[in-house]
């Protein structure tokens, strides 16, 4: 019988590792990343994937499958190629083998549908082959024959500085980021999106209309995802003995609601 471990998200910290870009790549790329789920005898790691609003670039670097089982359609995915993929909406339960090896990126919201040239709105899900859009045969040769993270970045900085050296931006791309850079600090204000589209000297409406463009999701929305997430990792190292107000919350009813909604779990399972 398979044994496995389940992994709460701080927990994963130990088998990734992170570098982020510089120059004019910074406006796309959040961070690149290496994990390998070297197990300590166990056959499969499961961790949970929390809702987000960013892209991701998964390069498969040793041929091994791994699964998605979306907690609330309750659907299981079965990945083995290298993948895109878009915002996430629900929560999933993904779960790994031993010795599983990958390296990518994290592209900042909206990039994703910059890249492509494709409505953010059609993003959301998705799942797709890296090779339905970008052209990767030698790139992903690099990142399989060598054992430096640093080399890997190496060559994911200069195939990606390739694809966005004649992709412009707009003023509302970089509006869209100021405001996500002010979630923190308005957080715990119950008109925090208002606020921020003050602070940013443009309407709320138009505020949600730039976020509804380049994100596909209203600011709304990915306020209560960064929320939560925040939220969730205090929760982990404190449990009940949090000051909610300064993460938005009420009280614990008002976390566990958000739980249910955004996982389709209870908090106390996460």
């Not at 389940?6 to 927990?11: H, L, Q, T, V």
């Not at 993948?83 to 990126?105: D, E, M, N, R, T």
């Amino acid at each position: 019988m398979s044994s496995y471990r389940a992994f709460k998200p701080n927990d994963l910290r130990g088998t990734l590792k992170m570098a982020h870009p510089k120059g004019y790549l910074a406006n796309f790329v959040e961070f690149f990343w290496q994990s390998e789920f070297a197990t300590d005898g166990s056959d499969f790691i499961y961790s949970y994937a929390l809702p987000n609003y960013s892209g991701l670039l998964s390069f498969n670097l040793c041929h091994s499958s791994w699964y998605s089982f979306e907690l609330i359609q309750q659907k299981t995915y079965t990945f083995s190629n290298s993948k895109i993929f878009g915002s996430l909406p629900h929560s999933c339960l993904c779960k790994y083998p031993k010795g599983l090896k990958q390296a990518g990126v994290k592209l900042k919201p909206g990039a994703l549908s910059l890249l492509l040239g494709i409505p953010a709105e059609e993003l959301q899900g998705l799942k797709a082959d890296i090779g339905d859009f970008f052209s990767t045969d030698l790139l992903e040769e690099q990142l399989s024959t060598t054992n430096s993270f640093a080399e890997r970045v190496r060559y994911m900085e200069a195939f990606f500085n390739k694809s966005v050296l004649n992709s412009s931006i707009d003023y509302r791309y970089h509006l869209v980021q100021e405001a996500l850079t002010r979630f923190d600090a308005f957080m715990p204000f119950g008109n925090a999106i208002r606020q921020i589209a003050e602070d940013l000297c443009v309407t709320p409406k138009s505020l949600n209309r730039y976020f509804m463009h380049w994100v596909g999701v209203p600011p709304k929305w990915c306020l209560k995802v960064h929320r939560f997430t925040k939220m969730l990792a205090a929760y982990q190292q404190f449990s009940h003995h949090l000051p909610y107000e300064l993460y938005g919350y009420n009280d614990h009813s008002h976390l566990y609601k958000d739980a249910i909604n955004l996982t389709g779990r209870p908090i106390t399972h996460l």
